[in-house]
């Protein structure tokens, strides 16, 4: 049963443009979302989160948006640049509502491609 | 990543072998999280440890799989006559607080291949 879905396996987006991940969960529980970026051959390395009692979240060129009632969150990043080259992850944890286990869930990931 | 030590990188075994997977967490990090990730997978929760402690392992396949976190040394990852099934990337994490999910840091994986 996948509780975080990431239905794009690839993006494809050109240099400069706005390159738009998308996520969706189906546990209620969950109340602290994150975004992973991860290299071939690396560990996944925090990009940005947000907290359900939020609904925006900016950090330079990304920005997390989150829709509890569509129980969606999207990762916007803009302008896209060719380092911007990974594997994206979602993640969600009950970190405040307690439930669930004590590790984060991930999606599949979405491999996003920053053609030039 | 910086920090957080997985080795070996690369572990070949045979069917029926033992594996063990080790993490040095973070300095004055002693909260460690173990991930695995299929192929086409995302990443998937196995166990958390303190030191000493299993605090969670709901995630953890019932049998085969063990995990500790020894008062000195890295965590350690062992898995019992392994199957074809096992192999993936097994990842850990650390963090120096409970809850605070983005806080942990992740190694850079140990990627098993059973044969």
């Known amino acids: 049963d996948q509780q975080v879905k990431q239905n794009s396996p690839s993006l494809s987006v050109q240099e400069g443009r706005i390159s738009i991940l998308n996520c969706d969960y189906t546990n209620s529980m969950f109340d602290y979302f994150l975004w992973y970026k991860k290299y071939p051959a690396e560990g996944p390395t925090f990009l940005i989160s947000i907290s359900s009692i939020k609904d925006k979240n900016e950090d330079g060129r990304f920005t997390v948006f989150l829709n509890k009632s569509a129980k969606h969150l999207s990762l916007h990043i803009v302008p896209s640049q060719p380092g911007d080259s990974a594997v994206y992850f979602c993640?969600?944890?009950?970190?405040?509502?307690?439930?669930?286990?004590?590790?984060?869930?991930f999606g599949k990931g979405t491999h996003l491609i920053i053609q030039p | 990543n910086a920090g957080v030590m997985q080795n070996p990188r690369h572990l070949v075994r045979r069917r029926g072998q033992e594996a063990r997977l080790r993490c040095s967490p973070m300095?004055?990090?002693?909260?460690v999280y173990w991930y695995r990730q299929l192929p086409e997978e995302g990443l998937k929760f196995m166990v958390y440890l303190q030191k000493e402690n299993i605090i969670d392992e709901s995630g953890m396949p019932k049998e085969r799989f063990s995990a500790e976190f020894p008062k000195e040394g890295p965590s350690i990852l062992r898995i019992q006559q392994v199957v074809r099934g096992d192999s993936a990337a097994y990842f850990c994490?650390?963090?120096?607080?409970?809850?605070?999910?983005?806080?942990?840091?992740f190694g850079p994986g140990t990627r098993l291949t059973v044969t």
């Open positions: 300095k004055g990090h002693s909260h």
């Open positions: 993640a969600a944890s009950a970190m405040y509502s307690g439930g669930g286990a004590d590790g984060l869930t």
């Open positions: 994490a650390s963090s120096l607080r409970k809850q605070a999910p983005h806080e942990q840091y």
